[in-house]
């Protein structure tokens, strides 16, 4: 079985610009949750989708927003980066909603300028 | 979320045990104690958890104590490969994972 893929795996953008990152799960799993790694903050909760809904989310500004896709693929998408945007974005999948067994994606490395 | 407290560091000859410990003495009934480790440049793996028993796998075992305040990681045979930041997480909000500071384990030959 594929194990979780993300795009792009890095990705360079200026102050100001938005991105979007997507995420694919492992065959079979619904429920895809986001996280945010930098060195002074750690792993952090973005949100969690299950079925095309946010179930969780964490405490991030608005600028964060994510979908899910009916296929349980998802994306998220930062507007208006900023320099602390700067992170390694990870994506994690497991089979059902509020499960812990979570399969983690290798990330995107997003450096914002 | 219980908070849990891990050492910052260890370091383990390769072929030993390595034994991981983690306290949480504020977990709840009600919540699993997980582990989670990640390998420099990649995302966080699962490798265990439990509620009361000890737990067993292909990877690790899992030693909870009775008053489920603290609990240990048991790698039993590290090698160079397990060399990594090793997460103790509790928890029972589902998919909300709250990770710690962690521990850096630095197997050596």
């Known amino acids: 079985k594929a194990g979780v893929t993300q795009t792009p795996r890095y990705l360079i953008k200026t102050r100001g610009q938005q991105v979007t990152l997507s995420c694919s799960p492992i065959?079979?799993?619904?429920?895809v949750s986001w996280y945010q790694q930098t060195p002074g903050q750690g792993l952090q909760f973005l949100f969690e989708?299950?079925?095309?809904?946010?179930?969780n989310k964490g405490n991030f500004p608005g600028r964060f927003s994510g979908r899910q896709f009916s296929n349980s693929r998802s994306e998220m998408n930062v507007s208006t980066l900023e320099l602390g945007d700067s992170a390694l974005y990870l994506c994690?999948?497991?089979?059902?909603?509020?499960?812990?067994?979570?399969?983690f994606g290798p990330g995107t490395r997003l450096t914002v300028l | 979320d219980a908070k849990t407290t891990q050492p910052p560091s260890m370091d383990c000859a390769e072929g030993r045990a390595a034994n991981l410990p983690c306290n949480h003495s504020?977990?709840?009934?009600?919540?699993?104690v997980y582990w989670y480790r990640q390998i420099h440049s990649q995302g966080p793996q699962y490798i265990i958890h439990?509620?009361?028993n000890n737990e067993t796998n292909e990877m690790a075992s899992l030693i909870i104590t009775e008053d489920r305040k603290s609990s240990t990681l048991i790698l039993p045979h590290a090698t160079l490969r397990d060399t990594a930041v090793y997460y103790c997480?509790?928890?029972?909000?589902?998919?909300?994972?709250?990770f710690g500071g962690g521990t850096r384990l630095m197997v050596k030959p």
């Open positions: 994690a999948s497991s089979l059902r909603q509020a499960y812990n067994e979570q399969f």
């Open positions: 065959s079979g799993h619904r429920s």
């Open positions: 989708y299950f079925s095309e809904t946010q179930r």
């Open positions: 504020t977990i709840s009934g009600n919540e699993y």
């Open positions: 439990g509620l009361k």
């Open positions: 997480i509790g928890n029972n909000a589902g998919n909300m994972l709250t």
